[in-house]
């Protein structure tokens, strides 16, 4: 079973850390800090396709699960990433129930979609335990170990968000609450009555259906809210500007300390 979707049925609270720096050796590090999974990202990051597959091999190492946005709702990426290893996949500017339809023919197999079929190394090319009840047996552990998950950041998204998250084959939603705010009007007023409804909305809707629901800070204080608030994840800060603010802090800290001495 994926460890997020253990955890997440076990009720443990998941962290995790969005991943822009490209790099191998980072994410082993990022293994040995306690986080649940990373996040790697087609969209806005300049990571492709073929990067990311290498990349999924350091996170298996280490046992920390691999997540990856996508870069549009379209069958080739959310195949690819699939077919790499991703242990899920984030599917950004969801606007209807018909595009998450779509994604839910891509992303999964007969019976709850039309995931095209090759082997591969989410299955170790045929060898891995997966197949161990042969290929209906593989169909039916991926349907259940690889996350489908819309990210609500747009009106549209928001007022089917009901609908969306009572899909079978759709495990949960991550909020992006930057660009969902933009699109209702009120670009970054997190504490706005309206975008405050909204977070609880989509809150409910995932936990009326049993699904997971993850919320993004760029703060520690504001991870710890996510949490506290009732979600089930948090995907905090950027891993680039986590390290910029930890060296600049520090370097802060040993000029202030040299002054005083």
């Known amino acids: 079973m994926n460890k997020l979707t253990e955890k997440f049925k076990n009720g443990e609270k998941l962290i995790g ?23 790697l990202d087609l969209e806005h990051s300049p990571l492709d396709i073929g990067e990311a597959a290498n990349l999924f091999a350091s996170c298996t190492a280490v046992g920390i699960e691999a997540l990856i946005r996508i870069n549009e709702a379209s069958r080739t990426p959310i195949l690819k990433c699939l077919d790499a290893g991703a242990q899920g996949i984030i599917v950004p500017g969801i606007e209807s129930v018909e595009q998450v339809k779509k994604i839910i023919e891509w992303g999964k197999f007969y019976p709850l979609g039309n995931r095209g079929y090759c082997m591969t190394r989410d299955g170790g090319w045929g060898y891995a335990k997966n197949y161990s009840s042969g290929l209906r047996g593989y169909m039916d552990e991926s349907n259940a170990d690889t996350l489908l998950i819309p990210q609500c950041e747009t009106r549209g998204c928001l007022e089917h968000i009901e609908e969306i998250m009572s899909m079978d084959g759709v495990d949960g939603v991550l909020i992006g609450p930057y660009d969902l705010s933009m699109d209702m009007g009120i670009a ?74």
């Open 188 to 261: 970054g007023e997190f504490e706005n009555p309206l975008f405050k409804a909204a977070v609880a909305r989509v809150l409910k809707a995932c936990k009326d259906n049993g699904k997971l629901a993850i919320n993004f800070s760029g703060t520690k204080e504001g991870a710890s809210g996510v949490l506290l608030q009732g979600f089930d994840g948090v995907l905090y800060g950027l891993d680039i500007t986590v390290l910029m603010d930890t060296y600049k802090k520090t370097v802060c800290d040993i000029r202030q300390s040299i002054k005083k001495a």
């Open 17 to 39: 850390t969005l991943c822009h720096l490209r790099s191998a050796c980072e994410l082993e590090a990022l293994g040995y800090t306690g986080l649940d999974f990373v996040m």
